[in-house]
């Protein structure tokens, strides 16, 4: 996303000034430390930005991640140099401490309104020091209003996100979703005679995998799963014949993936913050069959565009996964609804448009918010 909105700006004529940092190179303790350091609050990274800030001169700042090692420093100078900050959440980073409401494989809430400590205490990140980094970085964030006090707009991709950051004390009113943009298809393919269930995505517990797999083993219907599965190796010795792994796939190998399929299933045990796969699978004229959880259902529209399912509940989802598979006219209807809905909400242009008027509107902000300053003097 990050990416593709650097390039959609750029095409469209606008100046884009990049900040960034990586963190591929974390290996060492001593780098382990740096980053938990600069994590909670980087003064140099402030001073860096200070002085880009100053030589560039921008109409907005749009954040999109700050850890590990740009930290919301960066926020902080912003407000000081009087430029509005817009800041994407993708996740749930600024309610739980490790971004994605899970542990052990299971949703959980238990940091949620400042109570980071449990993240400690469960050892969210297997490992005591990063869970204990993650805890300290999020409460310091908190407890210093560092993102309250100096973003503009909040841009969560859907409501369900939204709730949680409202949930959590951060206001209603400077929160604006703006769902994720996707491409796909537009060859105008029937997708109805595709001869595979596709599954795109993390192979991980809790993404529903096992219920996926199962579902397959007891149906027979043939299903393909694209992705990395180097987190569930032992997966490979269990699947039924007409299961497939198919590994990672490119752009292209994706495109070609989808064109081949019937329809998509979306299994996940967890709080999905948007479902990137279930907008790119209807992008691409699939209907799309999915648990009913996290933002998925802003997205499949039950019995319109796919069906929904409760997560884990095997039976349902073999119910499901009949009717489509069994039923070429429904899965062709539902595939067209999916495609429509999907330019109408999830297209490049629709998410251009959205992300102007949003940096229009924090721009309107701060000039008021400057306007009541220089009143109040």
């Known amino acids: 996303m990050y990416e593709s909105i650097v390039r959609i700006l ?28 600069k994590g909670i609050y980087s003064s140099s990274t402030k001073k860096e930005i200070l002085d880009v800030l100053a030589f ?43 971004g994605n409401l899970t542990r052990n494989d299971n949703v959980c809430e238990l940091c949620s309104n400042g109570k980071e400590y449990w993240c400690v205490l469960k050892n969210c990140r297997g490992n005591i020091f990063e869970s204990a980094g993650y805890a300290f970085r999020s409460a310091v964030a908190r407890k210093l209003r560092l993102y ?30 703006v769902p994720n943009m996707v491409s796909g298809n537009d060859s105008g393919i029937d997708m109805s005679l595709g001869d595979y269930v596709a599954y795109v995505g993390r192979i991980s517990p809790e993404k529903g995998i096992k219920t996926l797999l199962t579902s397959a083993r007891l149906t027979g219907i043939p299903v393909r799963l694209a992705g990395d599965y180097s987190k569930m190796p032992e997966i490979l010795k269990t699947v039924p014949p007409n299961v497939q792994f198919v590994g990672h796939l490119n752009r292209n190998q994706l495109d070609k993936f989808y064109q081949k ?10 709080f999905e913050a948007f479902g990137l796969v279930a907008a790119e699978a209807m992008r691409n004229g699939l209907p799309v069959i999915a648990s009913r959880i996290g933002a998925l259902p ?49 297209s490049e242009d629709v998410y251009y448009k959205r992300l102007i008027a949003l940096y229009k509107k924090a721009i309107e902000i701060n000039n008021e918010q400057k306007r009541h300053k220089a009143r109040s003097l």
């Open 298 to 346: 802003e997205i499949v529209e039950d019995g319109v565009t796919g069906f929904l399912f409760d997560p884990g509940n095997i039976k349902e989802l073999m119910s499901k996964m009949k009717i489509l598979w069994e039923n070429k006219d429904l899965c062709r209807e539902m595939g067209k609804a999916a495609r429509r809905k999907a330019i109408q909400d999830y």
């Open 261 to 270: 399929a019937r329809f998509t299933v979306v299994p996940s045990l967890w």
């Open 56 to 98: 560039e001169n921008p109409e907005v700042v749009h954040a999109h991640n700050l850890y590990p090692f740009i930290s919301p420093s960066v926020m902080v100078a912003c407000k000081e140099s009087n430029v509005p900050v817009v800041m994407r959440c993708p996740n749930c980073r600024l309610v739980c401490p490790i």
């Open 10 to 37: 750029r095409d469209k004529g606008h100046s884009v000034c990049l900040f960034e940092r990586t963190s591929k190179n974390i290996g060492h303790l001593k780098d382990k430390i740096q980053a938990f350091t």
């Open 148 to 177: 309250q006090k100096n973003v503009t707009l909040y841009v969560p991709p859907s409501e369900f996100v939204k709730s949680k950051l409202v949930n959590a004390g951060f206001p209603q009113e400077r929160i604006i979703v």
